[in-house]
């Protein structure tokens, strides 16, 4: 059984060792934790992705300092306070930074501050003087800072002077004509979702900048992705442009269309691309799609064509993620089947024999989270596929399809099992293979292989990262 994350409210060494594997690359949420030791925080700070840890109030030094080598987006939200030696362990992580618990910010952690690279969340702030503007102004990534409600000239100009980078001021419902001279020479992204209504000479001075995100002001761009039904090639060169951290996931989830000339544009994006909300795939949008170097997410892609699945097969990027897949017609498995690299299809419930031989000859990490069962020819099937296979939902199997899967070469996922379904010698097939993860008897944690933990690998990522 997988440990349920959130639900943990103490974690011990080796279960963080098994979220971290288990959540490889992905969204990991021990947000249940009020307080984390060294070892643990550790542990925790390898883990590649999102990691939220929104409950911790407290941190020591030492665990700071592990949190700081972290990779991707750390969430500490409820971390009310942080000294400088913290503050400066935490300004080296790389990714973006919340501490939306701080509720005010002494200049000297400022200082430590804004030295951090990428996005940084301060949204506990209620108020800001000119001299922490100077200071933050400093920093070069994006600024979170939608705990204002007001803001002054002088801070404002400080504040913009930072070439194309974000800024967030979403709790300002207005502000004086000053602010908005300043605000228009900024030339990054400006979120003001809280302005219902600007005075005249403020309204005439933004409007049509092409750089602000918010939906009460006439020709503004929505980028965000909840609302963008649609992308010209314009529009979508802009938020290529803003968008420079690639370690955050480019989230167009509301996009419903995606012409071969947007396309062309978005795969500038190096980092994951994600396009939640498209039902429909063309073939020339695939063949587009295909050239991106980055991971590629569809979850309402229900179904595919053969000429689109021949063509996005061939994507080169680290995962090709269709968990929007209901169906697989054996000509678009063996398509898919020729694809290399991590392929996830954990919308996929039911697998035929012939469909479970297109992907026999797949080279790379495999992904049928969605599975809770499968015929002996399946799995015999199946057993020839070398690399990650992810098994994870499939309950109970044979003694036959057991011999052919203990077979399998690479790490195989049978978390799901239930071994009182299994018989002894079935179990004992399983145990001798140490890539092979699955129950261990008596406890829900699992056994991860030799080393007590999962080694690096292109296994299936966890739900699409977000922000905590």
Same mark, same amino acid.
């Given at each position: 059984?997988?440990?349920?994350?959130?639900a943990l409210k103490i974690?011990?060494?080796t279960?963080?060792?098994?979220?971290v594997?288990?959540?490889q690359h992905?969204?990991l949420?021990?947000?249940g934790?009020e307080?984390i030791d060294?070892?643990?925080?550790?542990?925790?700070?390898?883990?590649?992705?999102? !990691?939220a +840890?929104n @409950?911790?109030?407290? $941190?020591?030094?030492?665990? #700071?300092?592990? /949190?700081g080598r %972290?990779?991707g987006? &750390?969430y500490?939200?409820?971390?009310?306070?942080?000294?400088?030696?913290?503050?400066f362990?935490?300004a080296?992580h790389?990714g973006y !930074?919340? +501490?939306? @618990?701080?509720l005010? $910010?002494?200049d000297s952690i #400022?200082h430590? /501050?804004?030295? %951090?690279?990428g996005? &940084?969340g301060?949204d506990?702030l209620?108020t800001?003087?000119?001299?922490?503007a100077?200071?933050l102004?400093?920093h070069e990534?994006?600024?979170?800072l939608? @705990?204002?409600?007001s $803001?002054s000239?002088?801070? #404002?100009?400080t /504040?913009?002077?930072?070439?194309?980078?974000e800024?967030?001021f979403?709790?300002?419902e207005t502000?004086s004509?000053?602010v908005?001279?300043?605000?228009?020479?900024?030339q990054?992204l400006l979120s003001?979702?809280?302005?219902k209504?600007?005075p005249?000479? #403020?309204?005439? /001075?933004?409007e049509?900048l092409?750089?602000i995100s918010?939906?009460n002001?006439?020709g503004?761009w929505?980028v965000?992705s909840d609302k963008?039904?649609e992308?010209s090639?314009?529009?979508?060169q802009?938020?290529?442009?803003?968008?420079?951290d690639t370690?955050?996931?480019?989230?167009?989830?509301?996009l419903?269309?995606?012409?071969?000339?947007?396309a062309?544009?978005?795969i500038n994006?190096?980092?994951?691309?994600?396009?939640g909300g498209?039902?429909s795939?063309?073939?020339?949008?695939?063949?587009?799609?295909k050239?991106?170097?980055?991971?590629?997410?569809f979850a309402?892609l229900e179904?595919?064509?053969?000429?689109?699945a021949?063509?996005i097969?061939?994507?080169?990027?680290?995962?090709?993620k269709l968990n929007?897949l209901l169906?697989?017609p054996?000509?678009?498995?063996?398509a898919l089947?020729?694809?290399e690299g991590?392929?996830?299809?954990?919308g996929?419930h039911s697998?035929?024999?012939?469909?479970?031989?297109?992907?026999?000859k797949?080279?790379?990490g495999?992904?049928f989270?969605?599975?809770t069962?499968m015929?002996?020819?399946?799995?015999?099937?199946?057993?020839?596929?070398?690399g990650m296979?992810d098994l994870?939902?499939?309950?109970?199997?044979s003694?036959k399809a057991?011999?052919s899967?203990?077979?399998?070469?690479?790490?195989?996922?049978?978390?799901g099992?239930?071994?009182?379904t299994?018989?002894?010698?079935a179990?004992?097939?399983?145990?001798n293979?140490t890539?092979?993860?699955?129950?261990d008897a008596?406890?829900s944690?699992?056994?991860?292989?030799?080393?007590?933990?999962?080694?690096k690998r292109q296994g299936?990522?966890?739900?699409?990262?977000?922000?905590?």
């Amino acid at each position: 059984m997988t440990l349920n994350s959130i639900a943990l409210k103490i974690c011990s060494v080796t279960q963080a060792q098994t979220l971290v594997a288990e959540s490889q690359h992905g969204w990991l949420d021990v947000s249940g934790l009020e307080s984390i030791d060294d070892a643990v925080a550790e542990v925790l700070a390898t883990h590649e992705g999102e !990691l939220a +840890l929104n @409950g911790i109030v407290q $941190l020591t030094d030492k665990a #700071a300092e592990y /949190l700081g080598r %972290h990779s991707g987006s &750390l969430y500490l939200k409820k971390l009310s306070s942080i000294n400088e030696s913290q503050a400066f362990s935490l300004a080296k992580h790389q990714g973006y !930074l919340v +501490l939306s @618990g701080l509720l005010t $910010l002494s200049d000297s952690i #400022a200082h430590k /501050l804004a030295f %951090h690279e990428g996005g &940084l969340g301060l949204d506990g702030l209620s108020t800001i003087n000119r001299t922490t503007a100077e200071i933050l102004s400093r920093h070069e990534g994006g600024i979170s800072l939608n @705990g204002l409600t007001s $803001l002054s000239v002088d801070v #404002a100009q400080t /504040l913009v002077t930072q070439t194309y980078r974000e800024l967030s001021f979403n709790m300002l419902e207005t502000f004086s004509d000053d602010v908005a001279i300043a605000f228009s020479t900024h030339q990054g992204l400006l979120s003001l979702e809280g302005i219902k209504h600007l005075p005249g000479k #403020a309204k005439e /001075l933004l409007e049509g900048l092409g750089k602000i995100s918010n939906p009460n002001i006439r020709g503004v761009w929505e980028v965000e992705s909840d609302k963008c039904i649609e992308l010209s090639p314009e529009d979508a060169q802009l938020l290529i442009s803003r968008h420079i951290d690639t370690k955050v996931p480019l989230q167009l989830e509301g996009l419903i269309t995606l012409s071969p000339e947007t396309a062309q544009v978005i795969i500038n994006f190096t980092g994951e691309i994600i396009l939640g909300g498209l039902t429909s795939l063309s073939p020339e949008t695939a063949a587009v799609l295909k050239e991106s170097i980055g991971s590629l997410s569809f979850a309402s892609l229900e179904t595919l064509s053969l000429a689109a699945a021949l063509a996005i097969a061939k994507h080169k990027g680290p995962s090709l993620k269709l968990n929007g897949l209901l169906t697989l017609p054996p000509e678009v498995a063996g398509a898919l089947g020729d694809h290399e690299g991590e392929l996830n299809l954990d919308g996929i419930h039911s697998l035929t024999d012939k469909v479970a031989a297109g992907f026999a000859k797949h080279k790379g990490g495999l992904s049928f989270g969605g599975l809770t069962s499968m015929s002996d020819t399946t799995a015999e099937a199946l057993s020839h596929h070398i690399g990650m296979l992810d098994l994870a939902s499939i309950r109970t199997l044979s003694d036959k399809a057991t011999k052919s899967l203990s077979k399998h070469e690479g790490w195989l996922y049978l978390r799901g099992l239930d071994l009182s379904t299994l018989s002894e010698s079935a179990i004992e097939l399983l145990r001798n293979n140490t890539d092979i993860s699955m129950p261990d008897a008596g406890t829900s944690l699992n056994v991860l292989g030799p080393c007590g933990r999962r080694q690096k690998r292109q296994g299936p990522s966890a739900p699409v990262p977000r922000r905590a």
